[in-house]
DNA sequence: CGAGATGATCTGAAGTCAAGACGATCTCGG
DNA sequence: CCGAGATCGTCTTGACTTCAGATCATCTCG
């Protein structure tokens, strides 16, 4: 039976839920908007946020790997770390070895905040996954984690495309 | 052992790399530029092809049912359509029993190239799934589709926080 | 028939993103 | 030691989205 859609059950069942993309999309967008008020009592935006972890828990030597490694564009960071700082949860720092770069390093209100925050987000990833079995969260996770880093190459007609570690996700 | 990072293996591994929110929007974003490249190829955008898919194998009613299927503005739904209208891939005819409403539907050009357009998509998905054995695939594809269309909702301090069938993707 | 709701479209304001220009600084060959 | 070229952070710019509301045509129902 190659005709899956007509007249079938309630029909919630198009190939648009077989598509990868558009369910990301779907669930960041959800996770997006669940979760931005919730920063915002903390004073983060959902850049912010991210910014910030990984500036906790990341060795950071340069905003320029710090904007490659959350995978946002450098002239966003700019105005991520400006907001972060005039919160008073992050710093710049010259690099004494490089005048050019600035060391960003996260104060200790800065950690407060995250962890603060941070339990907040995990209560909301948490209940997008609540039904789910244990087990499948963790796969799920998992799978994500996984998949992350992987670069996306694609070949068409013998040329390489390349959209791999991309560029910059996208929220409010 | 409290602190997993310093000093560690090759690092890969901050809370980032736990952040729902950072793993969706990091792989919506890989997926969205490793397409669209492939579905320009067809005339087609990331937008044009998500609506075309759902035109194709969904009754569609109205422009406001189509909008909310996608979960798409229903304004930006308006240029995606002209969009498609005007690649022919796609009709406006006036509902014969509501004459405010129009009824998409897909022309057989449309229908032929979306079905080209998704042998190409399918591939790059697969691609990027390449080294997920296909049980995990699998499950990865049901657990993403089962989670959509969960409302996500949050209670913080008592109030109800709605982020639920979220309004709109977002992409180029 | 008239009041209010609804569908499609358009407009305008605010926000976002990518890309280039720029000044300051580093690095390295000569 | 010098100067060419690369690199880092910042700013600016242009294109593009999103969202809310205005608008017009039409429907529904009293």
Known sequence: MPHPTPADGPAPDSRLHDDLHWLLARLKQGLA?????????????????????????APT?????????????KSKLV??????????????????????????EATDTGRRVLDAAREDVLAIEDHLLADLEPRAQQSLRALLAGLVGEPVVRVENGREYEGPCAPAPSDT
């Open 33 to 57: 908007t669940a979760q931005a008020p919730a920063l915002r009592a903390h004073g983060l935006s959902l850049w912010g946020y991210t910014v910030l972890m990984a500036v906790v828990d």
């Open 61 to 73: 030597r340069s905003q320029l790997a710090l904007a490659q490694a959350v995978s946002v564009d």
């Open 79 to 104: 105005l991520v770390i400006d907001e972060l700082e005039a919160a008073g949860l992050v710093r710049r720092r010259p690099d004494p070895a490089d005048r050019r770069a600035r060391i960003v």
